[in-house]
């Protein structure tokens, strides 16, 4: 069984569309989170939820808001999408909010907008 | 604000020998964890192994082992034995235990390890 699944794991789109990337675990863990890999494979926090609360939220342009229905899912919306949106993002899960939580991935999506 | 430096783009070794890959980080706390993560061209971010920060002891995973030296701020990942299932990109990754909430992972830009049959 997939612990993180994400849909769909590629995305083509067009500037100024909006579109969603679908995240969910199947651990029962309370935490998840939003990483962003741009082209030179850096990785960095974008968003992470517990108990649907959003904890932390870095410099992300407001265009991007993660939305949790339950806590075993953890949406990333993404509004009038620019070309600097392309990326792979990964959604993670971890069982709390303890450093030693360990946090486990997903495949990864990848977003390219043309 | 924390930092992760990787020093290496690429590494190259030779199937069954020993690399050293290099993760220096910057932060004034102190306590915390650090990782190391693969990512094979599947994309799949994989824990390789972990080390807590008031532990002195190196923590080991089978081939792959630590040297963690705190007062250096250094945390360095050996892979013995290389083989080619071990090409991949290595990121270092710190997480702060002062966060008081879920904290994220910074990590480091990552080393591309070659394995050479």
């Known amino acids: 069984d997939t612990a993180v699944s994400q849909t769909p794991k590629y995305l083509v789109t067009q500037m100024g569309n909006d579109k969603s990337i679908k995240c969910e675990q199947n651990?029962?863990?309370?935490?998840m989170y939003w990483y962003k890999q741009d082209s030179k494979k850096f990785l960095k926090i974008m968003f992470s939820y517990n108990n649907k609360e959003l904890i932390i939220n870095e410099t992300v342009p407001n265009r991007f808001s993660p939305k949790s229905p339950d806590k075993a899912h953890l949406n990333l919306h993404i509004n009038s999408l620019e070309l600097g949106d392309s990326a792979v993002y990964f959604c993670?899960?971890?069982?709390?909010?303890?450093?030693?939580?360990?946090?486990?991935f997903g495949p990864g999506t990848r977003l390219t907008v043309t | 604000a924390q930092t992760v430096t990787q020093s290496q783009p690429e590494m190259s070794v030779q199937e069954a020998e020993t690399v050293t890959l290099s993760c220096t980080y910057d932060t004034s706390e102190s306590d915390y964890y650090l990782f190391w993560y693969k990512q094979p061209p599947s994309r799949q971010m994989i824990l390789v192994i972990r080390?807590?920060?008031?532990?002195?002891q190196n923590a080991t995973e089978n081939r792959f082992s630590v040297n963690f030296q705190k007062a250096a701020k250094s945390f360095s990942l050996k892979i013995s034995d290389s083989q080619l299932g071990d090409a991949a990109m290595y990121f270092c990754?710190?997480?702060?235990?002062?966060?008081?909430?879920?904290?994220?992972?910074?990590f480091g830009k990552g080393t591309h390890l070659i394995i050479q049959p």
């Open positions: 651990l029962g863990h309370d935490t």
């Open positions: 990754a710190y997480r702060s235990a002062y966060g008081g909430g879920a904290d994220g992972l910074t």
């Open positions: 993670a899960s971890s069982r709390g909010t303890t450093y030693e939580d360990e946090q486990y």
């Open positions: 080390q807590e920060a008031y532990k002195q």
